[in-house]
């Protein structure tokens, strides 16, 4: 956003990364600014509050933290998504009260339900580290993003192992519900059908 949503309260919390507040957003509406994001150089890279030319082994601790491991070589944060516009803030909120207009969804699933969700469209693309590039992958290309994640992120924001981030854009949002109970329903379908098919021939191997 250009300017603070009107209603919503700013952030007053330190926080190691920007993506610790999508777990707060999950319940309540605030907003944040640079300095917010400013513990996190990755974070601060992809939301567009750190320009290309900015980033230095030197001054970026996490970046520099990657290429040093081999996890994710400095030379390749060319090829991250970024936020095509650098915003001034970043509002966050739960999607069945939110206090604003989102340009994005992000959603923390199981793999069952990420694939209901894949299936649902036919613009996702399955993405690994940084989690947070899915975010500007999805504003930027209105396509939905399926990230594996990275272990920065989970550490960060106690995502389990066992569950993926999604990323919605505003462009997919119309419908987008209805799709997924029609998905999931026919889902629910094939499942019984391909269940009481193997019980009747291949009983002993089905429990």
């Not at 994710?72 to 936020?83: H, I, K, L, T, Y």
């Not at 001034?88 to 206090?99: N, T």
Request: proline fraction near 7%; include cysteine; charged fraction near 20%.
């Amino acid at each position: 956003m250009d300017a603070p949503p009107q209603g919503v309260e700013k952030n007053e919390e330190t926080v190691p990364s920007g993506c610790v507040f999508w777990i707060r957003g999950f319940k309540d509406n605030f907003y944040t600014d640079r300095k917010d994001h400013a513990n996190c150089n990755i974070g601060s890279f992809t939301h567009g509050f750190l320009a290309p030319q900015d980033v230095s082994l030197e001054s970026c601790m996490d970046i520099a933290l990657f290429d040093k491991t081999g996890y994710f070589p400095a030379s390749e944060f060319g090829g991250v998504p970024r936020m095509e516009d650098a915003p001034s803030y970043v509002a966050y909120g739960p999607l069945s009260k939110i206090a604003f207009e989102p340009d994005v969804v992000l959603v923390v699933c199981n793999p069952d339900q990420a694939m209901i969700m894949g299936e649902s469209t036919t613009t996702a693309k399955l993405m690994g580290a940084p989690t947070c590039q899915a975010i500007p992958f999805a504003y930027n290309q209105q396509q939905i993003g399926m990230s594996l994640g990275c272990i920065t992120n989970r550490i960060r924001t106690g995502i389990k192992p066992s569950e993926l981030v999604v990323t919605i854009p505003k462009g997919e949002l119309l419908g987008f519900s209805e799709k997924l109970r029609i998905r999931a329903a026919a889902n629910n379908t094939v499942a019984k059908a391909v269940t009481d098919m193997l019980r009747a021939n291949f009983a002993p191997m089905v429990s």
